[in-house]
């Protein structure tokens, strides 16, 4: 199995909901595992979880589950049959229980708040931005649509106008369901769809709370122009960022994508936030078994920038080459990974004394070269560690099987699970792993930690392994605080 630092997120789909595909894609390097719940039913769902966990059990590794909540997105309805487009074609877009069959182009649309939104001159844009009508004409009955690009409009396509907000709930009562159903089977992250503040996130992690799934993260799928406009707020409220090249492309002009996806993941590196980029990173796969060099190129740059997790999507829902998708992406993150010094949380006047910590355990392994070896019940001293991107590894090491899926997420974090549930015992434990060879690390000096406490205690333990001579020590001295 593959052991890089930038992580990879599939999405589970027709494609790849078969015990023995998950079982490739986690050994071909994925970490993550999405579902959709645009897509599917609830049997489906939980069978996919069921997938997941034993593959996990099995392969002896930690895999965050990630539930994507539909949100307020516009679908158009069921068709017969594919719609044929040509550009200057005119369709109808009619209200659902007004479609008919006939020799007109009829697109049914059951969300009627967004017919009545529409203006004469809006852009629409279906299918990932590949079909784009332009609205000629709004009545009672509907509304005509231009078609300015050749397309074929099948059922449950999404739907957008561009550069408008439409203002429909963020949780609608259906998804309030699906959030029951994503605590009930303890799900990792739920990724929050059509963010346009903090208070949507607020709402969801009050939901959370209510369901006794506080150990729930969030994360704010950033699609909308409000959600640009308010980034920072998003950002500090959530517990990590997606940047959803699909929407944004839909929404903005496709030049402007790359330099939102740049502000995107600067802002949340700044603050110390997971970040995920996804949508058509190795589109070509849907249908080849090989990427082409631009997307290989666009990889790149996304590591470049320093994303943690690179998300697959229509690749492994889809596609017909799930696998080979993952084990191109891991191939890319391996070749590149190692000459790319990705971009850091810069300490900050106003960050507490833990985030100093953190920051002082790594500035101490960089300065070592020694890995980081921290024992954490909930994951916050890791998450706070890994924030400021060390050069060197870091392992994690919980009694908590929530924790470690959860920290899965996060770039150049590794996995490891102990039996101990004090802190002072769970560091004696890590440490004889370390000494014995159960947990093994490239570097010839280790750094253990696990965080700050209010008594005294030791704070950080220095394992020189002596690579070179067989030797392996404990250093004399180790940090303390009051």
Not at 246 to 269: R, T, W
Not at 301 to 327: F, K, Q
Not at 345 to 358: C, M
Request: glycine share 8%.
């Amino acid at each position: 199995m593959t052991r890089t630092k930038t992580k990879i997120a599939v999405t589970v789909g027709a494609a790849s909901r078969r015990p023995e595909l998950i079982r490739e894609m986690a050994l071909a390097g994925a970490r993550c595992f999405r579902i959709n719940y645009s897509h599917g039913s609830v049997e489906e769902w939980r069978e996919t979880v069921k997938m997941v966990r034993e593959a996990e059990a099995e392969l002896g590794i930690h895999l965050a589950l990630i539930g994507d909540l539909p949100g307020p997105s516009v679908r158009v309805g069921i068709l017969e049959e594919p719609i044929d487009v040509k550009a200057g074609d005119v369709v109808k877009l009619v209200p659902l229980e007004k479609a008919r069959g006939g020799a007109e182009k009829v697109i049914p649309l059951p969300n009627e708040a967004v017919l009545k939104a529409l203006r004469q001159g809006h852009v629409i844009l279906m299918d990932d931005g590949l079909a784009a009508f332009r609205v000629e004409s709004v009545s009672s009955s509907g509304a005509a649509l231009k078609a300015l690009t050749d397309a074929k409009i099948s059922s449950r396509k999404s739907m957008v106008v561009r550069g408008r907000d439409l203002n429909l709930p963020t949780i609608s009562s259906k998804e309030v369901e699906i959030v029951k159903f994503a605590a009930g089977e303890k799900f990792d992250y739920i990724g929050l769809s059509y963010v346009r503040g903090e208070r949507d996130i607020a709402m969801l992690r009050g939901m959370l709370l209510s369901l006794g799934a506080e150990q729930t993260s969030i994360i704010a799928k950033i699609e909308v122009p409000v959600a640009v406009r308010n980034l920072k707020e998003i950002v500090d409220a959530a517990d990590a960022i997606l940047v959803a090249r699909g929407d944004l492309g839909m929404h903005f002009p496709l030049e402007e994508v790359p330099n939102l996806q740049s502000m995107i993941v600067k802002e949340s590196v700044e603050k110390g936030k997971p970040v995920i980029v996804a949508t058509q990173l190795l589109g070509s796969m849907i249908e080849n078994p090989v990427p082409t060099r631009s997307e290989v190129v666009d990889v790149v740059a996304a590591m470049s920038e320093g994303v943690d997790v690179l998300m697959l999507t229509n690749e492994t829902a889809i596609g017909r080459h799930p696998v080979e998708a993952v084990r191109w992406l891991s191939k890319i993150i391996e070749r590149y990974e190692p000459g790319i010094t990705p971009p850091k949380k810069r300490l900050e006047p106003e960050d507490d004394i833990r985030t100093r910590f953190a920051y002082g355990v790594a500035l101490l392994a960089e300065s070592l070269n020694a890995a980081i070896l921290v024992y954490t019940v909930s994951g916050r001293t890791a998450q706070r560690i890994a924030s400021f991107r060390p050069s060197t590894n870091v392992i994690a090491a919980s009694p908590n099987k929530g924790t470690l899926r959860m920290l899965a997420l996060l770039r150049g974090v590794e996995t490891i699970e102990v039996s101990s549930t004090s802190y002072e015992e769970g560091l004696n434990e890590v440490a004889k792993k370390l000494m014995s060879g159960e947990i093994r690390v490239k570097e010839p000096t280790v750094v253990l930690t696990y965080g700050m406490r209010e008594e005294l205690i030791h704070l950080v333990k220095i394992i020189h392994l002596g690579l070179e001579s067989g030797e392996r020590r404990i250093a004399e001295g180790s940090a303390q605080t009051a």
